[in-house]
């Protein structure tokens, strides 16, 4: 593996072992939202095997565990061990007997050929260094009618909140080299999302998007979610001495979006799956 592979793995890990406390547990949920859907659009069935890719806090794992039923079985796995752990606790929690998560490279997966009905993954592809070693990983490990399903973010955004990277953008003048970009295609588009899977010898794809508005009780919450999620990487390579700064010039923004009902904010994204 290369030193670079290692090094953006290291860094991921660390990152959401980070944020695995409070991970998508305030303000709007909808990592939880979009992996209920995932799930549905994936069409999984009662009594079948199911690994669930980056798993993060369960938000695709959990809603599985009730489509597969009792004599199903849920495998998540994922890098970070802060991620893994909590998640454990909350299946332990709702005393759920066919489910488990563990720490594992989605690169290098431990499990045998053939062995699942679906494989999904919730915003998890861009992250893979090298993500056509993982695609043919999952491709490995399902069945011959298997099914790999994911979502990623389309290139779509808010544009009433073009103001946040024009602020970020001011902020980190200075700060270059702070944040460690990912290499690989833009996982945002229909037209990527079908090459990438007709490469890795995926067939029957489909490819459907979502625009989901969600909302925000006021400039706190919506500050506070920026800490529980990915986002955090640029807010912690913004310099420590302007990041007060920062934060006001967030909210002046925000106070002048806000509403009767609070601060809506639309978020669009890709479903996607192919055939083994």
């Known amino acids: 593996m290369e030193e670079k592979d290692i090094s953006v793995k290291r860094l991921i890990s660390n990152l959401f072992d980070k944020v695995s406390e409070d991970f998508d547990a305030s303000g709007p949920r909808y990592f939880a939202y979009f992996g209920e859907r995932l799930v549905k659009f994936a069409g999984i069935n009662e009594d079948q095997r199911i690994l669930d890719i980056a798993s993060g806090k369960g938000a695709s794992l959990l809603p599985a565990v009730q489509k597969v039923g009792q004599n199903g079985d849920v495998i998540g796995i994922d890098i970070s061990k802060g991620m893994v752990c909590k998640t454990n606790l909350e299946i332990r929690r709702r005393d759920i007997q066919n489910a488990r998560v563990m720490v594992m490279d989605a690169e290098k997966l431990e499990f045998a050929d053939e062995r699942f009905d679906h494989v999904l993954c919730g915003f998890g592809i861009f992250f893979f260094p090298n993500y056509k070693a993982a695609l043919k990983e999952f491709k490995r490990v399902l069945k011959s009618d298997g099914r790999f399903s994911f979502t990623t973010f389309l290139n779509k955004r808010?544009?009433?909140?073009?103001?946040?990277?024009?602020?970020?953008?001011?902020y980190l003048v200075g700060a270059e080299g702070k944040i460690q970009d990912y290499d690989g295609p833009a996982f945002d588009t229909e037209e990527t999302l079908y090459e990438i899977l007709n490469e890795a010898g995926f067939k029957n794809?489909?490819?459907?998007?979502?625009?989901?508005?969600?909302?925000?009780?006021?400039?706190?919450?919506?500050?506070?979610?920026?800490?529980?999620?990915?986002?955090?990487?640029?807010?912690?390579a913004i310099p420590k001495e302007r990041l007060e700064d920062f934060r006001t010039e967030v909210f002046a923004k925000l106070k002048k979006m806000k509403k009767s009902e609070g601060i809506t904010a639309a978020m669009s994204v890709l479903y996607a799956s192919g055939e083994k």
């Open 158 to 170: 808010d544009e009433r909140f073009r103001w946040y990277g024009e602020l970020v953008d001011k």
């Open 205 to 236: 794809i489909k490819v459907i998007s979502e625009e989901k508005t969600f909302e925000y009780k006021n400039e706190r919450e919506w500050w506070d979610k920026l800490w529980t999620h990915g986002g955090i990487r640029v807010l912690e």
